[in-house]
């Protein structure tokens, strides 16, 4: 009698689990779509519409992104964090997925358990320069300058609590340094100022800054990545130049609602795995300023973990927050 109670059971969950495993086997069968929380034309957006074209091509389903603009990134965040998960709703997150929670007062309107990581697309990292008239050649020689000139010194910032921003407070919290943070609504006019020296040092993501730093018009002293980038070999990294721990990048990942099935986040891996590898995609990030990374669920949710505690951390010292 025991054995047919089990045969039983085993035949009801295998009955029951038929229409799961044959939706996940066709997945996907009809459009996907892929959130963006921010504007049209960002580094994410591009990136977003990249991946989803090739996606779009491997699995034979339209892949689309739709923007959805506001508050940081959260309302688009909101909205995928509320979608259905069955694979159909991806979120393209930055950096602000990770710090948001920790930077605005009244919180967020989602949590970042809310979501089940796929990959890691792509990584830039920040960038520390300054205005070729500062007499500093190096970090230490920075430090030593603004401490020897209290007050004196401020640093251009793209955008209250993104990484770079946060990347010049560690650097001030670090060192015991008085130097003024100066906001901007952008890298581009943060890095014009740095340029034309009303804002001696500035910390951005790199591809802003990447083509004045080849003309000599900035002074990159570090970039704050693990490894040297290619495209600036002899700018020495966070650790070469003496600030380890000071590592920053900007972020590209994906995430999904948490719950959608293993199946399909794992394919969803794999292909951007493949299309994140192709020389155009490569190209394409390069361009851009960003390296592939395209790395597993697991190492993804891992790196987020990380870093919301590294920034988090950051914020609350610093004091910053948006109401």
């Known amino acids: 009698m025991r054995m047919i109670a089990r045969l039983g059971a085993a035949a009801v969950a295998i009955v029951l689990a038929g229409p799961c495993v044959a939706q996940t086997a066709a997945y996907p069968n009809h459009a996907v779509r892929m959130i963006v929380p921010f504007a049209a034309g960002g580094p994410t957006d591009v990136i977003a519409r990249v991946v989803a074209q090739k996606l779009s091509e491997s699995l034979g389903q339209q892949f689309y992104v739709e923007n959805l603009v506001g508050a940081g990134g959260n309302t688009g965040t909101a909205t995928a ?71 004196k010194y401020s640093f251009a910032q793209p955008a209250t609590g993104s990484t770079p921003h946060l990347n010049g407070e560690l650097f001030k919290l670090a060192f015991g340094l008085d130097l003024t943070m100066v906001p901007f609504t952008g890298a ?10 009303h804002t001696p040092i500035a910390f951005t993501a790199l591809p802003p800054a990447m083509t004045n730093i080849k003309d000599g018009k900035l002074r990159a002293l570090a970039v ?72 597993t669920p697991d190492e993804f949710a891992e790196r987020i973990k990380t870093e919301t505690a590294k920034w988090a951390k950051v914020i609350n010292d610093a004091k910053i927050k948006i109401e």
């Open 81 to 151: 964090a509320k979608s259905p998960h069955d694979g159909y709703t991806l979120l393209v997150v930055s950096t602000g997925f990770i710090v948001n929670p920790s930077l605005y007062a009244k919180g967020v309107p989602y949590n970042v358990k809310d979501f089940a990581p796929v990959t890691l697309v792509a990584a830039s990292p920040n960038v520390l320069f300054v205005n070729p008239g500062v007499a500093a050649k190096d970090v230490k020689e920075l430090i030593a300058l603004v401490k020897a000139n209290p007050g």
């Open 188 to 197: 581009a006019p943060a890095v014009t100022s740095t340029i034309g020296g």
């Open 224 to 295: 704050l990545s693990a490894k040297r980038v290619a495209a600036l070999p002899d700018v020495p990294t966070a650790a070469e130049a003496g600030i380890p721990g000071h590592e920053g990048d900007t972020l590209t990942g994906i995430v999904v609602p948490a719950g959608t099935p293993k199946e399909i986040v794992d394919r969803l891996n794999s292909e951007i795995k493949k299309l994140v590898a192709l020389p155009d995609v490569k190209e394409k990030l390069e361009t851009l300023g960003f390296v592939a990374v395209a790395n």
